[in-house]
């Protein structure tokens, strides 16, 4: 199985850094570049709207997929290939999961997180066997990871779960990892209706 979608979960926010911003727009074109499709969470602002952006400037194919209450809240990107609007956050997470054949975490806030874990979780439990992977811009991630580490060390994470989060500072080396990742870990894995 080949990469032919990858879900970004990422803020809809920049955040304090310009360098987000500028990983942002790097992982959008290089996606695009591949001839990859983008999913994410369908915003036209913050790190979600310069993925987005960038992706679409380059010629890409981006799907969006935004919950009903969100749609005035996160501004819907008005120049998306396509905008899947969902009833909720949960449906929104299944759906973006299901179009997709890995998944990056870029800087985000909560809501990042919680699909980021989500997403490991549903990897662990052999829902999905699809990459997961960080990009860990300005060094963004350490702490989390260093809290993974600490897991590990106190017996409620297996080191070979903790192996399941792929990590890259940079978005080539990200890239490599996730173009390779659905063959090491086995492709799709189980339906993702049984998450």
């Avoid at 017996?155 to 659905?182: I, N």
């Amino acid at each position: 199985m080949s990469v032919r979608a990858l879900c970004v979960f990422c803020g809809s926010s920049v955040g304090g850094r310009p360098g987000y911003r500028e990983a942002a727009r790097a992982l959008g074109r290089a996606v695009a570049e591949r001839g990859w499709s983008l999913v994410y969470g369908g915003a036209g602002l913050g790190l979600m709207g310069a993925v987005a952006d960038a992706a679409l400037e380059a010629g890409g194919t981006v799907v969006g997929v935004l919950p009903e209450r969100l749609f005035r809240r996160e501004r819907a990107h008005p120049g998306l290939s396509e905008l899947v609007v969902v009833s909720s956050m949960h449906e929104r997470k299944a759906e973006m999961a299901r179009r997709a054949d890995a998944f990056v975490a870029l800087p985000g806030g909560i809501g990042t997180l919680e699909e980021l874990f989500e997403i490991l979780t549903w990897s662990q439990l052999g829902i999905h066997g699809k990459p997961v992977a960080l990009l860990n811009t300005e060094s963004y991630f350490d702490a989390l990871l260093g809290f993974l580490d600490h897991q590990v060390a106190e017996g409620f994470l297996r080191p070979a779960d903790r192996r399941r989060l792929e990590v890259a500072e940079d978005v080539e080396g990200l890239l490599e990892l996730v173009a390779e990742g659905p063959e090491r870990t086995g492709g799709a894995g189980l339906d993702l209706d049984d998450a």
